[in-house]
């Protein structure tokens, strides 16, 4: 479903059962999969890529380099792709902007990780399987699975299990109390 008031320049780009709703924008070049729901005001540029099962909250910003594989991203979340980013129409950065590789860097949102409200992701970062990013973290590094991570910058306060819950000790080692997970069964870094 496309709702009337959403801007989607390429639908063939939309995977089948997947939502986009008022004032989010999808930009041509932009790959969104199914069983996604955008949420209104977000906007995703060409060459982003998002996987499916992919929940984007409303007002999320989404640029080109971001991939987002099956995850949860709160509202307000915004993604960065360049570290010392200027205006490319100014004259001392044009010869940067000319080439992508000089600029572009990239960011992987794994599998099963969730971004809290109001997060800021620098560019560069892999955010690993079933992380979770508190509300408001600023991220300028790695994160490895099942970590969770807050503050600005964003450091580690623990782990979490795939179904969210916090985790006794580490994600290796520890059960999960709700859902029954056995650490044993999580795959390794």
Not at 18 to 35: I, P, Q
Not at 91 to 102: H, K, L, M, T
């Amino acid at each position: 479903m496309i709702h009337p008031h959403a801007l989607v320049d390429d639908l063939t780009a939309i995977g089948p059962d997947t939502n986009v709703w008022a004032f989010a924008h999808v930009m041509k070049g932009a790959s969104v999969g199914s069983r996604c729901n955008i949420g209104d005001h977000a906007f995703v540029e060409s060459g982003a890529i998002i996987g499916n099962n992919v929940t984007v909250k409303n007002q999320v910003l989404i640029w080109e380099g971001i991939t987002i594989q099956d995850d949860f991203v709160g509202p307000g979340v915004v993604f960065t792709n360049d570290s010392q980013p200027r205006s490319p129409r100014m004259p001392q950065a044009e010869a940067r902007y000319a080439d992508r590789s000089n600029w572009l860097a990239a960011t992987v949102v794994e599998k099963g990780c969730s971004i809290g409200a109001r997060a800021v992701i620098c560019p560069g970062v892999r955010l690993g399987k079933y992380s979770m990013i508190g509300a408001g973290s600023i991220v300028t590094k790695d994160v490895k699975p099942y970590t969770l991570v807050v503050g600005g910058p964003a450091s580690e306060r623990g782990y979490v299990c795939s179904c969210g819950q916090r985790l006794s000790g580490h994600y290796q080692d520890a059960d999960c109390g709700v859902c029954g997970e056995r650490g044993a069964d999580r795959d390794a870094e």
